[in-house]
């Protein structure tokens, strides 16, 4: 008797099949060559670290540390947690490998993969998320921040995505931030909120600003905000990473109510938000992070980074209506009609694919018309079709998919004819 499996993919968690993960791996990819474009090298991280690294990075007052967390003991008792965010790691890579102290500064690196957030999965919310982010490490300097934000914007251009906005602010410095804390706790100190909320402006009082009810949003409407309260030395790097946004033409607005789910922020920091996904409008997002280096133990160094959403991005682009990535699975399909013919076309194939062309076969001893069904699906332009005839004659059928031609080459010609075919 067989039995129906009755697994599915853990609750929040996306697949992505063929041929819609073809705009996955387009998002992808084409976020990281943004990166690497301006000099990012690649990382490759564990997917867990210690619980208590992303509770020193990230902040105990976080949604993302308070509540989200994938956190499980190992055989020791050891606490390990599936990375929620990928800048806590990478500081702690930094500072285990040295770089810090020996590596030319900036340190600048760039990552893709799986985070884990046990959030409440919605569409665009989900458990296991996809993210290319990118770190650099080491230079306070507003054209660094610029270029990250330059490479996102540019990252998501390249794709096509076009209504997005950048949204940015400055949360301030060591010098501005304390005096800043202290106004908000005494605005805040004079509103009724509630026991938990209270004790989350006990913590961290910024977060109470990022509270999505509208009771508490009204609360706070008139709240002191942190743009307003900037040292000189703030001030004047904001403005500059405003200047260089203007020459490198990359469109803005200063959100000054922005707060972002992670503590270590500091000074500038921005999202990208695309209003065509409901509430789940954010595609990306960084900022400076100035302090985090130093507060893991590793040198004083500054930072800036982002992470971007590439789940959110494949939504946004279709959103769009724009397609992202080649979702066919080969440019050639070889239907060999009877056995001989079948072990030729497997050596065709491994040659065609040797000269860098997408090459699959009709297995299982298809009829031509069902091969030919196949060949469309897997959006073969050319399809190859060789019987014993045209063995005996050394030549092979070359159908061009699109139009229906059809015609004879000889079989020594096959790779030189399709790559020209192809190269148009
Ligand atoms: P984040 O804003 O928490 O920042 O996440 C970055 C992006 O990841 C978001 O803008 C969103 O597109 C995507 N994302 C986050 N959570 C989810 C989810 N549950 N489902 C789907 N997509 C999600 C960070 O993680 C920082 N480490 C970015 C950074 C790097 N800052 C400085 N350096």
Same mark, same amino acid.
């Given at each position: 008797?067989?039995?129906?499996?009755?697994?599915?993919?853990?609750?929040?968690?996306? *697949?992505?099949?063929?041929?819609?993960?073809?705009?996955?791996?387009?998002?992808? *990819?084409?976020?990281i060559?943004?990166?690497?474009?301006?000099?990012?090298?690649?990382?490759?991280?564990?997917i867990?670290?210690?619980?208590?690294?992303?509770?020193?990075?990230?902040?105990?007052?976080?949604?993302?540390?308070?509540?989200?967390?994938?956190?499980?003991?190992?055989?020791?008792?050891?606490?390990?947690?599936l990375?929620?965010?990928?800048t806590?790691?990478?500081?702690?890579?930094?500072?285990?490998?040295?770089?810090?102290?020996?590596?030319?500064?900036?340190?600048?690196?760039?990552?893709?993969?799986?985070?884990?957030?046990?959030?409440?999965?919605?569409?665009?919310r989900?458990?296991?998320?996809?993210?290319?982010?990118?770190?650099?490490?080491?230079?306070?300097?507003?054209? !660094?921040?610029? #270029?990250?934000?330059?490479?996102?914007?540019?990252?998501y251009?390249?794709?096509?995505?076009?209504?997005?906005?950048? #949204?940015?602010?400055?949360?301030?410095?060591?010098?501005?931030?304390?005096?800043?804390?202290?106004?908000?706790?005494?605005?805040?100190?004079?509103?009724?909120?509630?026991?938990?909320?209270?004790?989350?402006?006990?913590?961290?009082? /910024?977060?109470?600003?990022?509270?999505?009810?509208? #009771?508490?949003?009204?609360?706070?409407?008139?709240? $002191?905000?942190?743009?307003?309260h900037?040292? #000189?030395?703030?001030?004047?790097?904001?403005?500059?990473?405003?200047?260089?946004?203007?020459?490198?033409?990359?469109?803005?607005v200063?959100?000054?109510?922005?707060?972002?789910?992670?503590d270590?922020?500091?000074?500038?920091?921005?999202?990208?938000?695309?209003?065509? !996904?409901?509430?789940?409008?954010?595609?990306?997002?960084?900022?400076?992070?100035?302090? /985090?280096?130093?507060?893991?133990?590793?040198? $004083?160094?500054?930072?800036?980074?982002?992470?971007?959403?590439?789940?959110?991005?494949?939504?946004?682009?279709?959103?769009?209506?724009?397609?992202?990535?080649? $979702?066919?699975?080969?440019?050639?399909?070889?239907?060999?009609?009877?056995?001989?013919?079948?072990?030729?076309?497997?050596?065709?194939?491994?040659?065609l694919?040797?000269?860098?062309?997408?090459?699959?076969?009709?297995?299982?001893?298809?009829?031509?018309?069902?091969?030919?069904?196949?060949?469309?699906?897997?959006?073969?332009?050319?399809?190859?079709?060789?019987?014993?005839?045209?063995?005996?004659?050394?030549?092979?059928?070359?159908? *061009?998919m699109?139009?229906g031609?059809?015609?004879?080459?000889?079989?020594?010609?096959?790779?030189?004819?399709?790559s020209?075919?192809?190269?148009?």
């Open positions: 008797m067989t039995k129906t499996s009755s697994f599915t993919a853990p609750k929040g968690v996306p *697949d992505y099949v063929p041929p819609g993960s073809a705009e996955f791996v387009a998002v992808r *990819d084409g976020l060559r943004a990166a690497t474009l301006a000099g990012y090298g690649h990382v490759e991280l564990p867990f670290e210690e619980t208590a690294l992303f509770a020193r990075g990230v902040g105990e007052s976080t949604d993302v540390v308070s509540k989200e967390m994938w956190t499980f003991a190992d055989r020791n008792g050891q606490s390990y947690t990375r929620p965010e990928g806590a790691g990478v500081m702690r890579a930094i500072i285990q490998h040295g770089l810090d102290k020996s590596a030319q500064l900036p340190i600048k690196v760039v990552y893709a993969g799986p985070f884990f957030r046990y959030e409440n999965p919605q569409a665009g989900y458990r296991q998320l996809q993210q290319v982010g990118v770190e650099a490490v080491g230079v306070d300097d507003a054209a !660094l921040d610029a #270029e990250v934000i330059a490479i996102a914007d540019a990252g251009r390249a794709l096509g995505l076009t209504d997005f906005r950048l #949204e940015i602010t400055s949360l301030g410095d060591d010098t501005c931030r304390p005096r800043y804390r202290e106004l908000l706790t005494e605005f805040l100190e004079r509103l009724p909120l509630d026991e938990a909320t209270s004790r989350r402006a006990e913590i961290n009082p /910024l977060r109470v600003l990022d509270d999505k009810r509208p #009771e508490v949003k009204a609360m706070t409407a008139d709240a $002191p905000l942190m743009i307003d900037l040292s #000189e030395s703030a001030k004047a790097h904001f403005e500059q990473v405003l200047r260089h946004l203007d020459a490198l033409g990359v469109p803005y200063v959100n000054p109510r922005m707060v972002r789910g992670l270590y922020y500091t000074k500038t920091t921005f999202e990208f938000v695309h209003d065509g !996904l409901g509430a789940q409008s954010g595609i990306g997002g960084g900022g400076r992070y100035d302090g /985090l280096m130093a507060q893991l133990g590793g040198a $004083p160094l500054s930072g800036i980074g982002f992470g971007l959403g590439v789940d959110r991005t494949v939504l946004a682009l279709r959103a769009e209506g724009k397609p992202a990535g080649d $979702p066919s699975s080969c440019a050639v399909f070889g239907v060999p009609l009877g056995e001989a013919a079948k072990q030729r076309l497997v050596v065709l194939a491994a040659r694919r040797a000269a860098g062309i997408r090459v699959d076969l009709a297995y299982g001893d298809r009829s031509i018309k069902s091969a030919m069904k196949v060949a469309d699906r897997c959006g073969a332009r050319f399809a190859l079709v060789l019987g014993d005839r045209d063995l005996a004659e050394n030549t092979i059928g070359v159908k *061009d699109g139009t031609d059809q015609w004879q080459i000889g079989l020594d010609e096959v790779v030189a004819v399709l020209a075919e192809l190269a148009t």
